[in-house]
């Protein structure tokens, strides 16, 4: 699930690039808050109230201006040159109480055991419908394998969902499972291949003629 915490920030009076440059010379991030049928809002933030929360991956924040308080998904992050100093984001409101239907992508982590002992992994589902609040969405449902034996499978049952949300997908469907390797086994099966007689005549032809010159 994707990681959550809490932004106080301030309203920004000053619009411009020479306003954000002042700003960002002061240690403050200028940002922007829209979205959930209300105006946007220009806003500010220290970098160093920013930076750790935005840094720890949080994709969802509680978002504090002039004592209240919106849910609101992170949007947009925007970086120095270098790559080391945020120098503007942008959040979106949501809705706390939304629930909406959305395809997450399945992301198999680790080495099955069973693939060790020769097996094959086999991913049947590679991203499942979930319905879940609006800003629980998760990047991806990872599939842990790293204790999948040879011939077993992980199901949609087994799956880690966000907190208070369904998959459409059958419980009992497989999601991934390991199953022996067919091709050595098919090869054994068909048998040793003979050569082809190159440059001999095979036996009832070679009668054949000798019975015609008698």
Known sequence: MSKEAKLVVKPRAEQGSAACRRLRWSGQVPGNIYGHNAPPVSVVISSEALTPVLMSGAKVVDVELDGKVDKA??????????????????LLRVDPDERVNIVVPLEVKGTAPGVLMGGVLEQVLHSITIDCLAYQIPDSIPVRVGSLELGKAIHVSDLVL?????????????????????VQDEVAAAGPIEPEMIGKKPAAEAEAKDAKKK
């Open 73 to 90: 998904v992170v949007r947009e992050i925007q970086w120095d040159t270098f790559g080391r100093s945020i120098t503007h984001f942008d």
């Open 162 to 182: 966000p907190e208070g949300s369904h998959a459409h997908a059958a419980q009992d469907a497989i999601v991934v499972h390991v199953v022996q390797a067919k």
